[in-house]
């Protein structure tokens, strides 16, 4: 009974964190019976106890709620998302043999439509089809690959709760690519071409044979590999069909001479794989059976299926969707780097890019950037879609736990005539969780600052600073007494003390002040300010707070 009890609490305690403080005993029930089958036949006496628990729960606040799973079972604390929901069935996939990858090149951190369609797209469906989920570090470009940049792939899809059961770099590969492409030049299905770039364009295009196609030419491919040959002045090609419809399939390149710096492997190898090679390559190795990706990958997809086709593998499943395009997020990654380089963005997270770790500091739940990729799901058609759909699915997410503070930005001074002598207001930390109390804010009757854009738009007229009273907006308000009126303006206010709040958003950076309570928060914390929006507390120092802005 004892055992019962406290599962019973622990389910509770779950479901109240969850759901604003406030547990349903119908869904405990069930989700007690769904993990314990063996249950089933004690549900009078499984129920009482969750009747009992919700009724002890339910009294406590979110806080000491949060605190007691914490201190009973704290991975009851990560709420798990519904993996499979709202994704369509893929035919013929087969639960258990379901194999698929995330494949980024280390150029840069993850960007939003990247993480949201080539991230979390498979990713999710290897949890629904109970398979695999590989992560493959496409590094063998190297002149656009950093070492910085594997460490942030990693990071950030460990931070948002993506977990790979293998992860690999292609670039550990390498002796494979080379035992695959000799065999495929000693079967005379590759050759060595010679020929000038634009020489095989005219070629290729006029569906011609370079003069390199008949040999296979199995000594030059030695000498590539010995580093015999600068860059540019020879190219490892697949033999297909010159006449081919498709320009892209005529005589694909394999392999090129790249004598830069590899970022771990040094200098060692002076032949690397290009795209198509090595993606065929690693899929096969790695026994991937569906691909995602984009549908602009579509002519890739087909010059991929030469090598398989060619090596008599097993060709996978290819899975092709459209973009996600969201407004003002079409930033390319080089953009980025530049904004980086020339001092215009302060780095990776900066509020105004869009990349992953910029959302997370600003406050955006990495539960909400699932969520939302699971409800796009995957279709060949290009998605726009406004912020207002993600932000809706975090504001949902955040709204119980950030609690309410004044901040004004352009803060303007006034003083108030008339008003009741007292030196300190009280307003609830959150209206919708009254046990959590109330704050107080100090006040200065001569010293009041508003917004600017509050002062100019609503002065000579009647306004309610929240939490004070109402007052007629001059430079010397007066104040009119403390009644409720529908559909007054009402606006938040800061006296002093106060702190210094810099406001960091897509839009720039904003001065601001806040009431002195924030400088009590802890790095992390998610707020909302009053008529401002949501956002995530970056640092506390002193009297300066630096606030991340989420969104409204």
Request: charge should be positive; hydrophobic fraction near 35%; charged fraction near 30%.
């Amino acid at each position: 009974m004892v055992a019962l009890k406290e599962l019973a609490l622990k389910y509770v305690l779950q479901n109240a964190v969850f759901y604003h403080g406030k547990a349903d005993p119908g869904a405990v029930l069930g989700k007690i019976l769904g993990a314990n089958p063996h249950l089933r036949k004690k549900v009078p006496e499984v129920k009482k106890e969750v009747e009992k628990a919700v009724q002890k729960v339910n009294a406590m606040s979110l806080e000491e709620q949060h605190k007691t799973l914490k201190g009973m079972k704290p991975s009851m604390l990560k709420k798990e998302v519904k993996k499979h929901e709202g994704l369509p069935e893929i035919r013929g996939a087969l639960r258990g043999r379901f194999v698929t990858r995330f494949a980024p090149s280390p150029t840069g951190p993850l960007n939003l439509g990247q993480f949201l369609r080539a991230a979390v797209v498979p990713y999710l469906y290897a949890k629904k089809y109970n398979g695999k989920f590989v992560v493959r570090i496409e590094d063998t470009d190297l002149k656009k690959i950093e070492k910085k940049f594997y460490d942030m792939i990693e990071e950030d899809l460990k931070i948002t709760g993506i977990k790979w059961d293998k992860l690999v770099l292609e670039s550990d590969s390498m002796e494979t690519y080379y035992e695959h492409a000799e065999h495929l030049i000693k079967s005379k299905k590759a050759y060595v071409c010679r020929c000038p770039a634009d020489d095989f364009k005219k070629a290729k295009m006029a569906r011609k044979a370079c003069k390199c196609r008949p040999g296979s030419d199995l000594k030059a491919w030695k000498d590539m590999l010995k580093g015999k040959y600068r860059e540019g002045e020879v190219i490892v090609r697949f033999k297909t069909s010159m006449s081919h419809s498709n320009p892209a399939m005529r005589d694909p390149p394999m392999l090129r001479v790249a004598k830069g710096k590899h970022p771990l492997k040094g200098t060692k190898y002076k032949v690397w794989p290009l795209y198509n090679f090595a993606c065929a390559v690693e899929d096969h190795q790695l026994g991937i059976t569906h691909v995602f990706r984009g549908k602009e990958h579509e002519h890739n997809t087909a010059v991929q299926k030469l090598f398989y086709n060619a090596f008599r593998w097993r060709v996978p499943e290819f899975l092709n969707f459209g973009m996600v395009y969201l407004p003002g997020t079409k930033i390319h990654t080089r953009d980025m780097k530049e904004w980086i380089e020339e001092g215009r963005a302060s780095g990776w997270d900066d509020p105004r890019l869009p990349t992953v770790r910029a959302l997370l500091r600003r406050g955006f739940r990495p539960e909400a950037l699932l969520k939302f990729a699971q409800d796009v799901g995957i279709t060949k058609n290009d998605i726009r879609v406004g912020w207002e759909n993600i932000e809706g699915i975090n504001r949902k997410m955040i709204d119980p736990e950030a609690d309410r503070y004044m901040v004004v930005t352009e803060p303007h001074l006034i003083s108030l005539d008339g008003a009741p002598e007292t030196c300190e207001v009280s307003e609830s930390v959150h209206p919708d969780f009254p046990k959590r109390g109330k704050r107080k804010m100090p006040l200065d009757l001569q010293e009041v600052y508003l917004s600017g854009e509050d002062f100019r738009h609503l002065l000579g007229k009647t306004v309610r600073l929240k939490g004070l009273g109402n007052i007629k907006l001059g430079k010397k308000s007066k104040y009119l007494g403390n009644e409720i009126v529908t559909d007054m303006p009402k606006i938040q206010w800061v006296s002093k003390p106060h702190v210094r709040v810099s406001l960091k958003s897509p839009d720039g950076p904003k001065k601001a002040i806040g009431e002195i309570n924030l400088k009590n928060l802890k790095t992390g914390a998610l707020i909302q300010m009053e008529r401002i929006g949501f956002g995530r507390v970056d640092s506390v120092k002193g009297n300066d707070v630096t606030v991340y802005f989420a969104h409204r």
